[in-house]
Every structure is written in structure tokens, then in C-alpha cells.
């Protein structure tokens, strides 16, 4: 089985890096673990290395278990939520897990949700972890 891991170091996702950890042991599964960098973001050197080190924490907690993982920092191109669904359409992902929080009517009108156009748009299921 083929996993992605939409992860950006929060609390909602270090949740989904645990639970994609159980999953990935019990299924034997491929795991791609991915953060997404706002644009403009990109020209920000301090914020990449930081991205990639969370990357590398991640990664470490994988192979310690012998589970085969790639990292991989996607730069907007699109929308968040595009990028990572064309991501998982491109690696031929079978399940993402992504972390999800609770946000009002009002802010997810403001600001829309990464997560649940995500779980709307993706080619594949989405496992939500809160």
C-alpha cells in the first residue's frame, strides 16, 4: 500500500504521522511524507531548512521501524490542497492521512480549509486524524 502524509508540525499532524506510522507497519505500505510551502515562502532559506529538518525527524521515526519513506517539500504551484492532491495522483498514493482541526463556519468561509479540499478533491481515501 502506498501512503501519504500531509505534515506541517502541527499537533494535528503529528497525530497524523503517528497514526501513518501504525498503518504503514501493519499494511507494509510505501510511505510519502510531504509539506506544502506557501508561495513566497520559497525564498525564504531559514523556513525551507526548518521544513526540511521537520522532514527529516519525520522520516527518522519511519526508518527506525524498516518502513520504506520519502520526504518531499511541495512548493505552490497551485492551491495547498492542489499541489497535494496532484501529488498523490502522480505517486499513485492509495490512502493519505492528513491531520484536521476544528474551525468555525465563519473561518473556514474566510479562509477555506486545506484539509477539506484535500478530502474532497483527493483521488484516492483520506484518512482524517484530529
Request: charged content about 25%; proline content about 2%; hydrophobic content about 40%.
Amino acid at each position: 500500500m502506498i501512503l501519504m502524509i500531509c505534515y506541517d508540525d502541527s499537533q494535528n499532524a503529528q497525530r497524523a504521522l503517528e497514526t501513518g506510522l501504525k498503518v504503514a507497519r501493519k499494511w507494509n505500505s510505501t510511505v510519502y511524507i510531504t509539506t506544502s510551502i506557501e508561495k513566497g515562502m520559497e525564498k525564504d532559506l531559514a523556513f525551507i531548512k526548518a521544513a526540511e529538518e521537520k522532514l527529516k525527524d519525520a522520516k527518522a521515526q519511519f526508518d527506525r521501524q524498516n518502513i520504506l519513506c520519502e520526504t518531499d517539500i511541495l512548493y505552490h504551484a497551485q492551491s495547498p490542497s492542489d499541489d497535494l492532491v496532484d501529488y498523490a495522483v502522480k505517486n499513485k498514493v492509495e490512502v493519505m492521512i492528513i491531520g484536521v482541526k476544528k474551525v468555525s463556519k465563519v473561518g473556514k468561509m474566510l479562509f477555506g480549509s486545506t484539509a477539506q479540499q484535500v478530502i474532497l478533491d483527493a483521488p484516492c481515501p483520506v484518512l482524517t486524524v484530529k
